[in-house]
């Protein structure tokens, strides 16, 4: 088996951007903060995205993380929203600016013409479980992942060991919408 060459497409600074062979790259890169989003990040997954999508040479876009955290080796796909970016009116660029417009990136995400593959190697929380559910496809470490809705309505984690998993579209819809907290390995076999 060859190892694979990625190439950088842009450096950024919190994400990784490379391709390889008709494959693109999309990470989180602030794994000191589990992988959390604010304005600065999600311009530069529109960015990334969106260069993906107009590249005719690329059919499958992988989003996933970097990491583990340098301070606890814990491994996070995304956790959602950086609290520290949170104003009194919501989250604040460094411009000042109220923005997070991660519904633009997840929009961009499924209506895609390509496959979109999450690759969940930690924790996806709130936000971070959203972007996964709007992927055509999610990979999760079983050793790893562990998915958490934080909604007070939809409270549940899923948590497995020792492998990877595969959901499909319609196991993670489920997920979103169980309220009882169930294993990664009962949703496979229960609604595969």
Known sequence: MSNIEWKTVKEYEDITYKKCNGVARIAFNRPDVRN???PKTTLELYQAFYDANEDTSIGVVLLSAE???S???VYSFCSGGDQKARGHEGYVGEDGYHRLNILEVQRLIRFMPKAVIAVVPGWAVGGGHS???VCDLTLASKEHAIFKQTEEFNKK???GRNSLHILSLRQR???RFNKSGVSICEVQ????
């Open 157 to 159: 984690i899923i948590q």
């Open 189 to 192: 076999v229960s609604h595969a």
């Open 131 to 133: 972007l996964h559910v």
């Open 36 to 38: 959390a989003f604010r």
């Open 173 to 175: 819809q489920w997920l």
């Open 67 to 69: 990491g583990p955290s």
């Open 71 to 73: 301070k606890d080796g």
